[in-house]
């Protein structure tokens, strides 16, 4: 008898786990602070990339200009790249300027650079989404890379001063139930696409059904004692 009754209890406890762990952990995730947006994380990587670019180019003389030149797109992620490193050479007292066709002498700079480069890659994916453990949370798993190109140039003398090379990376991982609140709906960036691993499903209906045969057949037994 005491061990029908142990055996009632876990199984009562094992069902518990299977339908309700999820959802608990689920509504506890939502009350996670701290946690940086898809846009904010292409924000914070695009804005490594421009320090490092500012660090390279060092100090420059008073009237030095600094004509910015993208070669090549990653697509319309490309503002957020743009705009670090206009605000962080602006920040960094580089004077920015844009090229045009008539170059008078008489008020040209001292001197002009061109800062030239390459958008090889920046974006941010999803590349595993999946439970921690068999019966715990889903969690995503968040990776963002930025791959950029450069070359800055001396327009005066016509020199290639530098060639220098940028990654940063980001990664990290949140609760599925936040993937909504980290996206937006203006930036298909922001929203890549995501799959999870569904080998789980296959298996909590024969573990439920398992248990809950287990259960009625406790409960007839105790009825015919």
């Known amino acids: 008898m005491h061990n029908k009754r142990f055996l009632k209890t876990v ?12 959802p608990l952990f689920a509504a506890t995730g939502k009350s996670q602070r701290g946690i940086l947006t898809n846009f904010e994380i292409i924000e914070r990587i695009s804005s490594e990339v421009a320090q490092d670019i500012i660090a390279q180019i060092g100090a ?15 697509g319309n992620v490309d503002f957020i790249m743009e705009n670090a490193l206009a605000t962080g050479m602006r920040d960094a007292g580089i004077m920015l300027a844009v090229e045009t ?14 800062l030239s480069y390459q958008v090889i890659r920046l974006s941010l994916s999803y590349p595993r989404v999946a439970r921690k453990w068999w019966l715990g949370p889903r969690e995503v798993a968040r990776a963002a890379r930025a ?8 327009l005066t003398t ?9 990654h940063k990376t980001y990664s990290d991982t949140i609760d599925y139930s936040l993937i909504k609140s980290v996206e937006d709906a203006q930036y298909d960036f922001t929203r890549p696409p995501h ?5 789980t499903r296959l298996f909590e209906p024969l573990i439920v059904g398992g248990i809950v045969v287990g259960l009625v057949y406790l409960f007839f037994s105790n009825q015919k004692q």
Do not use: H
């Not at 009562?12 to 339908?19: E, G, P, Q």
């Not at 016509?158 to 940028?166: F, L, P």
């Not at 799959?195 to 080998?199: L, N, Q, W």
């Open 60 to 74: 420059l003389q008073q009237g030095d200009t600094v004509l910015l030149n993208k070669t090549k797109s990653a």
């Open 158 to 166: 016509g020199d290639i001063v530098w060639v220098r090379e940028s």
């Open 101 to 114: 066709p008539n170059k008078d002498a008489s008020v040209a700079p001292a001197r002009r650079y061109r």
């Open 147 to 154: 791959d950029i190109f450069i070359q800055f140039i001396n």
């Open 11 to 22: 199984c009562s406890i094992c069902l518990f786990t299977v339908l309700g762990v999820d």
């Open 195 to 199: 799959s999870e691993f569904k080998m």
